[in-house]
């Protein structure tokens, strides 16, 4: 299954009663693990979550810690592309050349780096300590 397809099959399972706007991710590490999430939204709205925040978690729960690519899909005309905060978590995990893939239900497609989403990006390195 690839990874559009895989990022498709978690957003059937999104949890979006108030927005009603379902986002699937999957992404890919380095060594070819596959792991997904959705949105799971809660009523005391600003603690939902975002699909990528669901898919970097299961990474990170599985000892995993380097995305190769990453894939969104949601059911809009045109594909949707993470928001400012999800960019940050793949800068974590992932490199400027990473690639995102950004897909509707439809079956259109837009690809982007890392870096042409968050130039600039804050990064550990720019820490004391970094
Ligand atoms: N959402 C995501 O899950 N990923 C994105 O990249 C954009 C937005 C979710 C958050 C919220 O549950 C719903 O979409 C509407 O903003």
């Given at each position: 299954?690839?990874l559009?397809?895989?990022?498709?099959?978690?957003?059937?399972?999104?949890?979006?009663?108030?927005?009603?706007f379902g986002?699937?991710?999957?992404?890919?590490?380095?060594?070819?693990?596959?792991?997904?999430?959705c949105?799971?939204?809660?009523?005391?709205?600003?603690?939902?979550?975002?699909?990528?925040?669901?898919?970097?978690?299961?990474m990170?729960?599985?000892?995993?810690r380097?995305?190769a690519?990453?894939?969104?899909?949601?059911?809009t005309?045109?594909?949707?592309?993470?928001?400012g905060?999800?960019?940050?978590?793949?800068?974590?995990?992932?490199?400027?050349?990473t690639?995102?893939?950004?897909?509707?239900?439809?079956?259109r497609?837009?690809?982007?780096?890392?870096?042409?989403?968050?130039?600039?990006?804050?990064?550990?390195?720019?820490l004391?300590?970094?």
């Amino acid at each position: 299954m690839s990874l559009i397809e895989r990022a498709r099959a978690a957003r059937e399972n999104a949890h979006a009663p108030y927005s009603g706007f379902g986002v699937g991710a999957a992404l890919r590490t380095e060594s070819g693990a596959v792991f997904a999430g959705c949105n799971a939204e809660n009523a005391a709205y600003p603690e939902g979550t975002c699909a990528e925040t669901g898919a970097i978690a299961a990474m990170v729960a599985a000892g995993a810690r380097r995305i190769a690519e990453i894939a969104i899909i949601a059911d809009t005309p045109e594909p949707i592309s993470p928001c400012g905060g999800c960019r940050q978590r793949i800068a974590e995990f992932a490199g400027p050349r990473t690639r995102i893939v950004m897909a509707t239900l439809s079956g259109r497609m837009r690809t982007a780096t890392l870096e042409e989403l968050l130039p600039g990006a804050f990064a550990s390195a720019q820490l004391p300590r970094g």
